[in-house]
């Protein structure tokens, strides 16, 4: 069974940075988009970030000059290294994995960052 699971959530001081990763498992997602979304409490949850197979990225324009996705294929991970981080970038991060752009085939559990002001 696929399964994505991240880490590296946490709490963080307004400036500062976090890596989350995302380790897949049970098939090869070599070939999938690969994602992260967000979802602040109260709020839809919208894609931050995606990476295709061959290493073309896309960003929401919130994120972009502060977040950088990046992918190992060798170790089936995917990451999600933020930096400059803000309050309202506070949100349960979410990895997907998906067949087109929408990355919206398989998700993880969440991991949880806040970012104090």
């Known amino acids: 069974q696929a399964q994505l699971h991240e880490s590296g959530g946490g709490l963080v001081q307004a400036g500062g940075s976090l890596r989350l990763a995302c380790a897949a498992s049970?098939?090869?997602?070599?070939?999938?988009?690969m994602g992260w979304y967000r979802q602040a409490p109260g709020k839809q949850r919208d894609l931050v970030a995606a990476?295709?197979?061959?290493?073309?990225?896309t960003y929401a324009d919130s994120v972009k000059g502060r977040f950088t996705i990046s992918r190992d294929n060798a170790k089936n991970m995917v990451y999600l290294q933020m930096n400059s981080l803000k309050p309202e970038d506070t949100a349960v991060y979410y990895c997907?994995?998906?067949?087109?752009?929408?990355?919206?085939?398989?998700w993880g559990q969440g991991t949880q960052v806040t970012v104090s002001s």
């Open positions: 997907a994995a998906g067949g087109n752009p929408n990355v919206d085939d398989y």
């Open positions: 990476i295709t197979s061959t290493g073309r990225i």
């Open positions: 049970g098939r090869t997602f070599n070939r999938y988009y």
